[in-house]
DNA sequence: ACAAAAGTGTTCGGGATACACCCATGC
DNA sequence: GCATGGGTGTATCCCGAACACTTTTGT
């Protein structure tokens, strides 16, 4: 197929009815993280709204392209793998009052109806110190635990994210990425009780994740622990 | 929340950048099929084009609305659980000129870029003969493992649909809806072989489903076979 | 009697669970 | 020497896989 198949693409503008939101996962050895923005104001206006890192898509890029450039616009996270977990369509879920004002600083048509496509991701949280971009005005991480009021129905859009990640995490399809390049079996081990919520047995959980050799032992021990220091890990290659 | 805390929808009108496709499968006890539309042409035109049910949304329904009115429309179905899948928003998953002759038959803006939600369904093949509505001159079942060439990425979606339903009846979360009201362990296992696509063993398999508790026997036998009658089934309620 | 599908039990291996004590280090 | 988390083995249960013969009906 070549590109005389293909009728002209539009040009580069704004898609107003499509957008995407990424929820992104952080893990900081003891709990689970989302990444979360503020968009900038006029000046002086003191009122916030948080939200989740998202935006309209462009004519001419496809969703996964536009849920990276966005992340990368609002973030400054480049080359993280996203994944869309599903699609949010009520008519009303931009539509709420508490949100209008709000929307209207930055969207054109801030009426419009948008259906927005969720991605999640993982990325180490102690790789990437939150930066805000020229878009908006904080970037931060939350606890899941504690997750404030989010504009839109972005707060139904994290929990649904949560609940996939969970499910791909226990079929072994994702959340890897949330570890150190180095790490002990305790830590592994506290990140699945983060994501799954809930308390493993040590000994059993040893036993199950050395014999899928997902992880290899490096020649390398903790230091600098006020106990017995640990053998240190890394992700096997090819996953 | 009240309808004061919402500002005034748009008007009933179609929203010409988002679309919702439904691959609704159906069971006749050998084999898995999808059902597939030829839309409407003019008078003498005999170019044909297959496609699945599918169109664009209403500004004020959700895609799951949608996806409900799509399915009636094109094939008269009513009362179906959809369920979304995924998105698919490639920028030119509608531009192939092999597909705009068509589209323009039936679309006020052919070239606008379309992302379209993904849904799948099933149904009882023996409680549907298919029955085209005014805006489809033909609707047929279609086995899945011959499906034709389809317009736009349709041959992707409905690759893609059977991967999710795979997944998902493995888990249990789904799939039972092919099967007539009253079955034998015999169909049961049919339906499991010909989702999962490979051979069980007879009795592991009826040990298992009747460990399971998702069927209860009914005080009923087959008749009319020329063979030992078997136990007729039906779902548990709850299920 | 024959054809056709229904129906039925046992064995084996692997994975999940439950559970308690000694070890190496820094202070 | 003590506080702290690191590290280890065994017994049990349940589930999935493999495997072959008898039973009931219609013709």
Chains 1, 2 share one sequence.
Not at 86 to 105: C, H, I, T, Y
Not at 115 to 138: C, H, L, Q, V
Not at 180 to 200: A, G, H, N, V
Request: aromatic share 10%.
């Amino acid at each position: 197929m070549t590109a005389d198949d293909y009728i002209q693409p539009v040009l580069h503008t704004l898609n107003p009815h499509v957008s995407v939101d990424c929820v992104v996962f952080g893990f900081d050895r003891s709990a689970l993280h989302v990444l979360l923005i503020e968009r900038k104001r006029e000046q002086g206006d003191l009122r916030i709204k948080t939200a989740l890192p998202g935006d309209l898509v462009w004519e001419d890029e496809s969703l996964d392209e536009a849920a990276s450039r966005v992340l990368k616009e609002l973030t400054s996270l480049e080359g993280i793998f996203l994944k869309q977990f599903r699609a949010f369509g009520d008519p009303n879920r931009v539509r709420d009052v508490k949100d209008l004002d709000w929307l209207s600083s930055f969207r054109e048509q801030p009426q419009a109806r948008v259906i927005t496509i969720g991605y999640y991701a993982f990325i180490r949280m102690s790789d990437f110190e939150p930066e805000a971009s020229s878009f908006a005005s904080r970037v931060f991480w939350q606890d899941i635990h504690s997750i404030p009021n989010l504009a839109f129905d972005h707060n139904q859009i994290t929990e649904e994210a949560i609940e996939v990640l969970r499910a791909d995490f226990e079929n072994r399809k994702a959340g890897f990425e949330l570890l150190p390049e180095k790490f002990t079996l305790s830590q592994l081990q506290s990140l699945y009780e983060c994501i799954l919520d809930r308390k493993l047995d040590k000994r059993n959980f040893r036993k199950k994740v050395l014999k899928e050799n997902l992880i290899t032992p490096l020649p390398e021990k903790q230091t600098g622990v006020l106990h017995k220091p640990a053998q240190l890990f890394e992700l096997s290659q090819h996953g």
